[in-house]
């Protein structure tokens, strides 16, 4: 709702009183502020702010309302194409771990990487994650995720054996609210980009959610079918989702990883304990 707040903020109107067409006329030059300032970028603000007022509002839902905001994002949509982000191979996920473990000694934020593979979350996801949100059974773990993209109070199964040995002494004596990994969204965006330019990688396009994205590309090479990728990563349309993790190992092949990094890569995956149990 942070969105709609700077929305609010900007444009004056009064969300829940304003009829629907002052509301689309605001709107629209909120949209076309974003774009100036950004020098393109923010749709993605841009959306979210749309979906937050028809959240309020859902009158705006249909179509013929707010339709100059619908034609300022579909214009700033040709504009402005996305560009496709590729999933993160499964060794540099384990490069990059490594990295963070033994060069920068952030014990925690190695352990948020591999989870973040492990379960197919998203930033939000990883980072919100507390102590009791960690149920640990004798067959394994499962994450209870408070607040996802498609809904509250979902949860996913660890599956790595390893990665529940690690989370079990993560968890260990702490206290059940306090944060499991202690660090917010923006700075593990920020130590992801840095880890990405220490190792040259900015050509490659990657962005945490990139792991996410590698998680279930890696899985569909192993053979795992895509309807359970799809279950697993609780992904709200099916049909969408679907072409974005086909096309995934397409995309690796685009990244140009180098053989010896990869090697490496599997070099640490064959070592996950030994290297990320020590404190």
Known sequence: MKDLLLFKNFSGVDVFRCRADELDMALSSYFHRLYRLKDGGGRTDARFTMYGLILVRPELRYHA??????????????????????PLPVQVLYVMARFIKVELNLSYLALLFLLAFDGYLRIGEVCSLRVKDVRLVPTGAVLRLVSTKTGPNQTVKVRSLTMVRLLRRLVSGRKPEESLFGYSKESVGRYFR???????????????????????????????????????????????????????????????????????GKFVQARVWEIFSSA
């Open 65 to 86: 309302r707010l339709a100059y905001a619908r034609a300022a994002l579909k214009g700033w949509r040709r504009m402005v194409p996305s560009v496709k982000r590729p």
């Open 194 to 264: 840095m880890v990405v330019a220490v190792h040259g990688w900015e050509a490659c396009l990657f962005t945490f959610h990139s792991i996410r994205h590698g998680a279930a590309t890696e899985d569909l090479i192993q053979g795992v079918e895509l309807q359970e990728v799809l279950r697993r990563g609780r992904w709200a349309a099916a049909k969408s989702a679907r072409h974005y993790i086909q096309e995934g190992e397409a995309l690796i092949f685009n990244t140009k990883i180098s053989q010896p990094l990869l090697d490496f």
